[in-house]
């Protein structure tokens, strides 16, 4: 607390007045940090109407977004890879964003014939789960060039599976 109040310019006293432990600065700054995310994912959704573009960019944008955090922020990538169970307890604000967002995007592309006609919530859930996966996996692989790799064959891969085929 004592290096938080120094960083901020402020007393300790200060920073207990807000904040009651160092855990609850820690989770004050990853909601921020996650609400960076949402709104990176809610200005693309205002640059393109294409929903195909939107997909792959929500892709690209959102595993980036918890990739960089993750380096930026050494406990949350140490939380990510021993006590993944504490790190979903903190991404509600996300999950509830995440599944409006991909929600409406599957639901356009279905009303335009872009997207195979299939159950919206369960197809959001499969997209949030392979997210999780890919980002747990990128977080631990640690490697720039991979993953621009990797991120490009889960926004392929999820695609194919979605677009319809003549």
Partial sequence: MAAIANAS????????????????????????????VIDDINKMLTETDKIIEQLH???????????????NFKALRTAFLREY??????????DVEEKKVLS????????????????VDST???????IRGAEFILIKENDNNLTKEHIANVQKTLLNGLIVRN
């Fill in 9 to 36: 310019k402020r007393g300790r006293r200060t920073i207990y007045t807000y904040f009651k432990s160092k855990e609850d600065v820690y989770d004050a700054v990853i909601e921020r940090e996650l609400q960076k």
């Fill in 57 to 71: 960019r929500y892709i690209e944008i959102r595993l980036n977004s918890i990739i960089n955090f993750s380096k």
């Fill in 85 to 94: 169970s504490e790190v979903e307890k903190i991404r509600n604000i996300l």
């Fill in 124 to 130: 959001v859930q499969t997209i949030i789960y392979l």
């Fill in 104 to 119: 409406n995007i599957i639901r356009v592309g279905q009303q335009s014939k872009i997207f195979v006609n299939s159950d």
